[in-house]
């Protein structure tokens, strides 16, 4: 097929694409002009991955971009940024995924796929957490996931379009960095395990991740549905630990340090470094990553879409390992 992936410079978009276009689909991405050389230099490029240049903020290099296209995989999106104004967010989350709706729906595109998160279910109370859960965003970049989910269901329903809503819970793998802090924070014995470690968490293996997004691309019984992509099981914030620890061949943290220090620290740390734009060295939804529960139902994929997650965990965390210690990052 012809797809259109927005994102591909990104590391969930980059492997979408990249896998799309190893099954033979002719696999168009919209890349922002300042993006350019990274994705150029990226291994999507040489993928048989053909780049529109163009911004989701920018209805008309959109309209171009989805021209002829059969499917639309909307991955891209404007994440958490020190300093970045609501009104960023907003721009490419919400506006910009209004811009690819439309775009999508004057080209005849027949399916969207749209990304939203698991965030936008916050804090699971009754785990674990379906579709139908209470959905409780908890920060600027959850709100305008949420808004842009609300956005593609509404239009699909009154233009006709098939737009199918994904949200992927906590992604890793080959080519992330978002989890090598913790790697390295037990590699060095410097990780301090906040609160109880009772708290669930759940992560979902890259190649899984965009197997998922294929289905819901793919996928007749898909239509119009909203899926929660996750990995074959969630375990608690110290099973995990323990987990990442015996395969870096480390002690697991044995100490648990209060929560409310660390919260008040993180506070105080984004009041000061926000407003001047600087990376703050500890965010409280960072301490929240410690207190807040993430474990998911995915019923609905496996039994609608035959999404069959085959990466267990302690072979994702293997494989995540070995890549951080080929690139020199542990």
Known sequence: MKVLVTGATGFTGGHLAAALAARGDEVRTLVRPKSRARFDRSATATAGVTAFEGDLTNAASVQRAAKDVEVVYHIAASYREAGQPDAAYRAVNVQGTRHLLEAARDAGVRRVVHCSTGGVHGHIVNPPADENAPLSPGDIYQETKLEAEQLAREFGASTGLDVVIARPIGIYGPGDVRFLKMFKGLARGRFLLLGSGQPFYHLTFIDDLVEGFRLCGTEPRAASGTYLLAGPRYTTLETLLGLVARELGVEPPRIHWPVWPFWTAGLMCEIACIPLRVEPPLYRRRVD???????????????????????????????????YRSEGLL
């Not at 993430?294 to 390992?321: H, K, N, W, Y």
């Open 289 to 323: 990553f410690y207190t807040k529960s993430r474990a998911f139902d995915t019923t609905r994929a496996r039994t609608e879409l035959g999404f069959a997650p085959a990466v267990d965990l302690e072979e994702g965390i293997r494989r995540t390992a070995a890549w």
